[in-house]
């Protein structure tokens, strides 16, 4: 599967600099649209995770800026007209929930007990890209399976994630791209 978006510079509206209308608490929270394509015909459930491993010598861990968790792909929209197959569209974070209740949004770095932020609009969503010292590089990583991760619920750690996607035993895909950020 191959993952892309129209930029490789995470764009304002998405980052650091967002207008206050796409802030809560000033963190970014408008999630950015991205594509799908060549999608294996197996695939019906996608998972991703968005990361920073350059906050390490910032914060001392990777920070975590978005997870999720059992889209069912047959609940998205696909774009036959478009040069790709399917679009996650811009702001999914905040309206995933609304549009596919089964999906699932996993914690963000926010949830950390080094920052202890205990707003979930936060903490279990998009929260975008926001450098302190340079521009850093993030990894963003769509998994595809048959079946739904069965041990997941809402607010799950990455870890969850991870573990969850290397026990399936069949049917598995992932693609991933790197962005940047801007300080």
Same mark, same amino acid.
């Given at each position: 599967?191959?993952?892309?978006?129209?930029?490789?510079?995470?764009?304002?509206?998405?980052?650091?600099?967002?207008?206050?209308?796409?802030? !809560?608490? &000033? !963190?970014?929270?408008?999630?950015?649209?991205?594509?799908?394509?060549?999608?294996?015909?197996?695939? #019906?459930?996608?998972?991703?995770?968005?990361?920073?491993?350059?906050?390490?010598?910032?914060?001392?861990?990777?920070?975590? #800026?978005?997870?999720?968790?059992?889209?069912?792909?047959?609940?998205?929209?696909?774009?036959?007209?478009?040069? #790709?197959?399917?679009?996650?569209?811009?702001?999914?974070?905040?309206?995933?929930?609304?549009?596919?209740?089964?999906?699932?949004?996993?914690?963000?770095?926010?949830?950390?007990?080094? !920052?202890?932020?205990?707003?979930?609009?936060?903490?279990?969503?998009?929260?975008?890209?926001?450098?302190?010292?340079?521009? #850093?590089?993030?990894?963003?990583?769509?998994?595809?399976?048959?079946?739904?991760?069965?041990?997941?619920?809402?607010?799950?750690?990455?870890?969850?994630?991870?573990?969850?996607?290397?026990?399936?035993?069949?049917?598995?895909?992932?693609?991933?791209?790197?962005?940047? &950020?801007?300080?």
């Amino acid at each position: 599967m191959n993952i892309s978006t129209d930029f490789t510079t995470v764009p304002d509206d998405y980052s650091k600099a967002a207008p206050e209308q796409n802030k !809560i608490n &000033g !963190i970014p929270v408008v999630s950015f649209p991205f594509y799908i394509d060549k999608l294996p015909s197996f695939v #019906h459930y996608l998972h991703w995770r968005f990361v920073d491993d350059d906050a390490i010598p910032v914060c001392g861990f990777e920070w975590i #800026h978005w997870t999720a968790a059992n889209v069912p792909i047959e609940a998205l929209m696909f774009d036959f007209n478009d040069s #790709h197959a399917l679009q996650i569209p811009e702001d999914f974070s905040r309206t995933m929930t609304s549009m596919i209740p089964e999906a699932l949004q996993g914690r963000n770095s926010q949830a950390s007990r080094f !920052i202890a932020c205990n707003d979930l609009a936060i903490t279990m969503r998009y929260n975008g890209p926001q450098p302190p010292d340079k521009d #850093h590089e993030y990894m963003f990583e769509v998994f595809g399976t048959e079946k739904p991760l069965p041990n997941l619920k809402p607010g799950f750690y990455m870890n969850e994630l991870l573990r969850e996607v290397r026990n399936v035993t069949s049917g598995v895909d992932a693609g991933g791209m790197f962005l940047t &950020g801007k300080a």
